[in-house]
């Protein structure tokens, strides 16, 4: 199986539903309100599933792309993608294995902007803005994009505000950002 994404590159992604790429129309909303804050760019995927969001960001010169996801086949593809999307400028990385042991792993680096799709039904998504709040992986500008069924209500998090919220269907995106103070 197949995806396009940004300049109709095509992507591989595997086959069958274990892994729920985000929509056409979904990616492009949000590489539109990020639009001008991707080029050069630090870029995080958690949950990378198809790899898709960060083939994105790649496409649109993001200096470094971190994926973590859990499946070891997907990794696979995905580093294929990513490496064959990436120029020679551009650092991509894929790491396998649980969200919160990897998000451990990277503790001391920051990112721009971070993107975070689990499964809708997964417990993962207090557990992991904790972290990353808790490790202060979100630059001082950074954004994070929360992919999620509309009807889970979104938790406050010590040290991030939500700055945005926008639904598309079946699928909602909360936006978090360091909070500032004023």
Not at 35 to 62: F, P, V
Not at 87 to 99: F, N, T, Y
Not at 113 to 138: C, G, K, T
Request: net charge neutral; glycine share 6%.
């Amino acid at each position: 199986m197949s995806l396009r994404i940004c300049g109709n590159r095509q992507i591989k992604t595997l086959p069958g539903l274990a892994t729920r790429p985000t929509l056409a129309r979904v990616r492009e909303a949000l590489f539109n309100i990020w639009q001008g804050t991707i080029a050069d760019c630090r870029w995080l995927d958690i949950c990378t599933g198809s790899g898709s969001m960060g083939a994105e960001a790649l496409c649109r010169q993001a200096a470094s792309v971190t994926g973590i996801e859990q499946s070891a086949k997907a990794c696979a593809i995905i580093r294929e993608n990513w490496e064959k999307i990436a120029d020679s400028s551009q650092e991509v990385q894929i790491l396998r294995g649980d969200a919160i042991a990897k998000l451990t792993a990277l503790a001391g680096q920051q990112f721009d902007r971070i993107y975070f799709d689990p499964p809708y039904a997964s417990d993962l998504y207090e557990p992991v803005l904790n972290a990353i709040a808790s490790q202060q992986m979100l630059a001082p500008h950074g954004e994070i994009a929360i992919e999620h069924s509309p009807e889970r209500s979104t938790q406050p998090i010590p040290g991030l505000e939500i700055c945005r919220q926008k639904v598309y269907g079946n699928t909602a995106l909360t936006f978090y950002s360091p909070i500032r103070f004023r």
